[in-house]
């Protein structure tokens, strides 16, 4: 066994991924068994597309994600806890003049006390260091609902484009 954060044999890598794993399970188990609920229009459930751009502001992203949620983006090569994700925000705040997810054809399905989320979202921004950024993503969370509301228990931002390795072309 090795601590590389990368490699498929770290034991904290494991156990993300085996939480990751078990909580599909625990969301995906009762949501299979339910119809879905119908959306209205492309939008949805107006209080999970509310959840949703709340997750997607820095600012109150904190409050949206489960303690037990795991975060994938593409500018890391891994899965990130909670805390990691919310370290890696915190990172980038220092990094960037402003910065936005902004979405469109936002799509929601849910599950009795589970849902699904996804949109296309264009991450708008400007680096403090150089140019602007337009970033394409496809965006998916899986949602449950608490008694503080719906809440996220993974939240995944794929570059559609491909991997990012600089903040901005400069």
């Known amino acids: 066994m090795t601590d590389d954060p990368t490699g498929p044999e770290c034991p904290a890598r494991r156990a993300l991924l085996g939480g990751l794993a078990a909580g599909v399970a625990v969301v995906a188990a009762p949501a299979a068994a339910q119809q879905p609920t119908p959306a209205t229009g492309t939008g949805g459930d107006d209080a999970l597309a509310a959840a949703f ?4 502001r820095p600012e109150t992203r904190a409050d949206m994600l489960l303690p037990d949620a795991v975060v994938i983006e593409s500018d890391v090569p891994f899965p990130l806890s909670r ?3 919310l370290d890696h925000l915190a990172f980038h705040r220092d990094l960037w003049d402003s910065r936005a997810w902004v979405p469109y054809d936002l799509r929601t399905r849910s599950f009795g006390d589970s849902a699904f989320v996804s949109a296309y979202l264009m991450e708008r921004g400007k680096p403090k260091t150089s140019g602007f950024r337009l970033q394409p993503i496809y965006a998916t969370a899986t949602m449950v609902r608490t008694t503080a509301g719906w809440r996220a228990l993974s939240l995944h931002l794929g570059a559609i484009r491909g991997q990012l390795t ?4 400069g």
């Open 166 to 169: 600089d903040i901005s072309p």
């Open 53 to 56: 751009a709340r997750l997607l």
């Open 83 to 85: 805390t990691g994700a």
